[in-house]
């Protein structure tokens, strides 16, 4: 409002007092009033007499005036901006401004949509990861205090035992004890005897034979103290190995699989590249053109873990791959191949085989990598087993059989010869 009326009295002061007009070409008279070059020069020209000001009314004795080019311009400027075509444009430019301010609204609000949906992802997935780590805790608990309990309740049985043995020892000693003692005052009685009469009826008196006490060997104590003493933490953890879940899958490799230039231990359980071929079976499990060679065990149902040693290797691959796999043509390892898997290269990059490739840093050199396969979620997870560090996962993992898979790669003239192993789980 206040804008409206400075405006209005702008315009009343750049009002014409001759048409009531703005001005139009101004011209300032002596008097300093102002007036449309025309209006001035039309009023002196209709009065004869001497020329005055229209307004003060004050006489000049010339009739001249000077153009104003300041108020000219300013009485331009107002014209322009009142006209409809001005206001249009500038209507049409807050139009945009406004539009533009909104659709940053738009794009503010989204943003903050998406903070708030992400807090409450994060709330839902903390909640579900801590329900899961109290829950493997909580079997782990389980599992340590019934091999207390169990352990404890041995110890008591043995000394239950131990104790009802000694007892029965401790009654049949006193038994003899006392019958000892009636035999010791019973040869006393004759002993006596014998100093006031003849001996002669001694060998006729009845002496008791000794008592008899079954011997019992002796308590050894030492060996009940070691059954329950020693590295109690290492055996109840050996034990408990055998309890975890999912159990280490005892892999070997699948002799029928591999590439002919591999060599496998007796054991099935190290690999090595060799620059020849080996006199092998032909096979459609065969590896034809990468060296890779499977686990001997192929998997369809829940989880399983297991380790492989890469050792100070500079290349390999190594992961899950679905037994589908193309065996006779060289593919490219990714999911759609039916391959997950790591692999190392150049001796420090390590990739996740996803697609695109993901460069992995993982915080110290891997030599020996844990692998999971969740069947039922999919998952193929890698961990550095050397400290459990989670490496990667890939998820949607499908395949109607999935098979541990290992690659020796290519031999990097003599650096890459350390052999790859499965590891067994020992503690
Ligand atoms: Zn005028
Ligand atoms: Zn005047």
Same mark, same amino acid.
């Given at each position: 409002? !206040? ?38 020069? =039309?009023?002196?020209? #209709? ?7 229209? *307004?003060?009314? #004050? ?14 311009? +300013? ?6 901006? /009142? ?7 500038? *209507? ?7 539009? @533009? ?8 609000? *989204?943003? &903050? ?7 409450? /992802?994060?709330?839902? !997935? ?29 110890? !008591? &049985?043995?000394?239950? *035992? ?5 007892? =029965? ?23 006596? &005897? ?9 060998? /006729? ?9 079954? @011997? ?32 280490? @899958? ?64 500079? &290349?390999?691959?190594?992961? +899950? ?37 993901? #460069? ?8 020996? +990598? ?7 979620? =999919? ?5 550095? !087993? ?42």
């Amino acid at each position: 409002m !206040a804008g409206q009326s400075q405006e209005q009295s702008l315009r009343e002061e750049l009002t014409c007092a001759i048409c009531y007009e703005l001005f139009s070409d101004p011209v300032m008279l002596e008097c300093m009033h102002h007036f449309c070059r025309a209006c001035i020069q =039309g009023y002196w020209g #209709r009065c004869p007499r001497v020329a005055s000001c229209p *307004q003060c009314r #004050r006489e000049f004795s010339s009739r001249t005036f000077r153009p104003h080019y300041l108020v000219s311009g +300013v009485v331009e400027k107002v014209r322009k901006c /009142s006209s409809e075509d001005h206001k249009r444009k500038m *209507q049409k430019h807050l139009e945009n401004a406004l539009q @533009a301010r909104q659709r940053e609204m738009e794009n503010i609000v *989204q943003m &903050k949509h998406t903070a708030e949906e992400d807090i409450c /992802s994060l709330t839902k !997935a903390s909640g579900e990861l801590n329900s899961k780590i109290r829950a493997e805790f909580e079997r782990l608990h389980q599992i340590l205090e019934e091999k207390e309990r169990v352990v404890l309740m041995e110890l !008591a &049985k043995e000394e239950e *035992q131990l104790l009802l043995r000694l007892r =029965g020892d401790i009654m049949q000693l006193e038994e003899g004890i006392s019958e000892l003692r009636e035999n010791i005052e019973h040869i006393q009685e004759i002993l006596n &005897k014998t100093e006031d009469s003849l001996l002669l009826e001694v060998e /006729s008196m009845a002496i008791r034979p000794p008592v008899r006490v079954r @011997a019992q060997p002796s308590l050894d104590i030492e060996c009940h103290r070691e059954r329950y003493s020693g590295p109690l933490q290492y055996i109840f953890w050996r034990q408990m190995l055998q309890s975890i879940h999912p159990a280490p @899958a005892p892999l070997t490799f699948d002799p029928e699989s591999a590439h002919p230039n591999l060599i496998l231990s007796k054991d099935l359980t190290a690999v090595t590249e060799s620059d020849r071929r080996q006199p092998v079976c032909s096979s459609p499990k065969r590896f034809q053109q990468c060296v890779n060679v499977l686990g001997s065990e192929t998997f369809d149902s829940g989880s399983h873990y297991w380790e492989v040693w890469v050792g100070s290797k500079t &290349k390999w691959d190594l992961g +899950v791959a679905a037994e589908s796999v193309d065996r006779a043509a060289k593919v490219k390892l990714c999911p759609e191949n039916g391959y997950w898997a790591l692999r190392l290269r150049n001796g420090t990059e390590y990739w996740a085989t996803a697609t695109p490739w993901v #460069r992995l840093a993982p915080r110290s050199c891997l030599r020996k +990598v844990g692998v999971l396969l969740d069947c039922r979620e =999919g998952k193929v997870a890698f961990y550095n !087993a050397e400290d459990m560090t989670h490496l990667f996962t890939f998820h949607q993992a499908a395949a109607r059989r999935f098979c541990p898979f290992f690659s020796t790669c290519f031999s990097d003239g003599k650096l890459n010869v350390e052999p790859m192993r499965i590891c067994h789980l020992t503690l």
